[in-house]
């Protein structure tokens, strides 16, 4: 069975500060693993996939993530963040070879002016 | 852009009555999914379609839940009789097949159910 976790319902950062959401899967065969963001009352937008090529995956506006396999994380980054950064994000992950996506908790992320 | 299409955006219903929501995915897009999404908590798949054909709906309640995609195509998913637990977000979502698809599923706005 695949599952993640993801450190922290609620982060708040100052805008042009670093955007750290953390995220640890487990997975019993090699997996894919993504980030999704959520706004008030809609649906989520695909922010960027591991799909087993490199393992920095740069995404939209400015996010990246590392898969590190020793870790079994996923952590989520961005360098400085921004007012509409404010959001919902979810980690979700699907075995390979299989189409079931199984999200996190996920982490509500306020930025501070 | 093309973008998976969901209505209505909202419903608001009393306990017992029935309710329906619609779904017409990106067209070309195969694989079809209904997710509950309780609030505060990430979205759980009630049932995945491969075409008309369902692929998993093993946590879909079934004696009150249904849900079809006779065509193929769009997609409606039936709540008879509606409780009060059954209040979320009802996201759809769809992908294409193949290796290349890589399990991208691109999501609709959804329906925010309310039940009184």
């Known amino acids: 069975a695949q599952s993640v976790t993801q450190l922290g319902s609620h982060v708040s950062v100052s805008e042009g500060a670093l955007v750290l959401l953390r995220c640890n899967y487990s997975?019993?065969?090699?997996?894919?693993l993504f980030w999704y963001v959520q706004y008030p009352n809609q649906g989520l937008q695909l922010l960027l996939k591991?799909?087993?090529?490199?393992?920095l995956v740069k995404g939209i506006n400015g996010f990246e993530a590392e898969f590190k396999k020793s870790e079994t994380s996923f952590h989520l980054t961005k360098p400085s963040a921004h007012m509409s950064d404010a959001a919902e994000y979810f980690c979700a992950v699907s075995p390979f070879g299989n189409e079931k996506l199984t999200f996190g908790t996920g982490t509500r992320l306020t930025i501070i002016p | 852009e093309a973008e998976v299409a969901q209505s209505p955006r909202y419903k608001i219903t009393e306990k017992s009555q029935a309710v329906a929501f619609w779904c017409d995915p990106i067209?070309?897009?195969?694989?079809l999914y209904w997710y509950r999404q309780i609030l505060g908590q990430g979205p759980e798949l009630l049932v995945q379609f491969q075409d008309e054909s369902v692929v998993d709906d093993s946590q879909l309640p079934k004696d009150r839940f249904s849900a079809e995609r006779l065509k193929g195509v769009d997609s409606t998913l039936k709540i008879q009789p509606a409780e009060l637990g059954d209040s979320a977000m009802y996201l759809c979502?769809?992908?294409?097949?193949?290796?290349?698809?890589?399990?991208?599923?691109?999501f609709g706005a959804g329906t925010r159910l309310s039940v009184l």
């Open positions: 997975s019993s065969v090699p997996p894919y």
């Open positions: 979502a769809s992908s294409t097949t193949g290796v290349l698809a890589k399990n991208i599923q691109y």
């Open positions: 067209s070309g897009h195969a694989t």
């Open positions: 591991y799909t087993s090529a490199a393992t």
